[in-house]
């Protein structure tokens, strides 16, 4: 796996599916009031991000000029305090969805970001080529893949806060 892969990834992931794990369908599917998204419309909202930034990756790396981006704090993404509203694309369905499910998605998703990553081969090539991010503006595609697991750690606080409602 490439190096620009932490264990940060596999960390917030275990850590994703350790929240969800016993949920009934009923309280995976539970919305805490009409705006706002379920556990399981939050685990789709992951899937579409993770599936998007594939998306994202590969339309940059398709580019043949480089459009080097000056590195953000991505960071910010964890203060919860900062609402952002969902870009379309990535909007969650309305499910119900069922744990197993979602599961499978996440890990289909992560499996085939990983992939792109490997066949990459020389990564340098990610921190010389940016796309527009809908929430930080021109971003390299390394910083588009390091958002990943922090905008799922973000999502993990959500999910704690809706179990304990």
């Known amino acids: 796996m490439s190096s620009i892969i932490t264990d940060y990834y596999q960390v917030t992931r275990d850590e994703l599916l350790m929240l969800i794990e016993g949920l009934s369908t009923e309280e995976f599917n539970a919305t805490p009031s009409e705006d706002k998204w379920s556990i399981a419309q939050v685990c789709h909202h992951l899937v579409l991000v993770e599936l998007s930034t594939i998306k994202a990756v590969k339309y940059g790396l398709r580019e043949d000029k480089g459009t080097k981006s000056d590195p953000k704090d991505i960071t910010l993404v964890l203060n ?8 379309k694309v990535v ?3 309305g499910g119900p969805f069922e744990i197993n499910e979602i599961v499978e998605m996440l890990n289909n998703s992560r499996n085939k970001l990983l992939e792109l990553i490997d066949s990459i081969g020389d990564t340098t090539v990610l921190e010389e080529k940016a796309v527009v991010h809908p929430v930080f503006g021109l971003l390299s595609l390394k910083q588009w893949i390091d958002f990943v697991p922090l905008h799922e750690k973000r999502h993990m606080e959500q999910i704690t806060e809706i179990k304990g409602d």
Do not use: L
């Not at 919860?80 to 870009?87: E, T």
């Open 91 to 93: 909007e969650p369905g």
């Open 80 to 87: 919860r305090s900062r609402k952002v509203r969902a870009p």
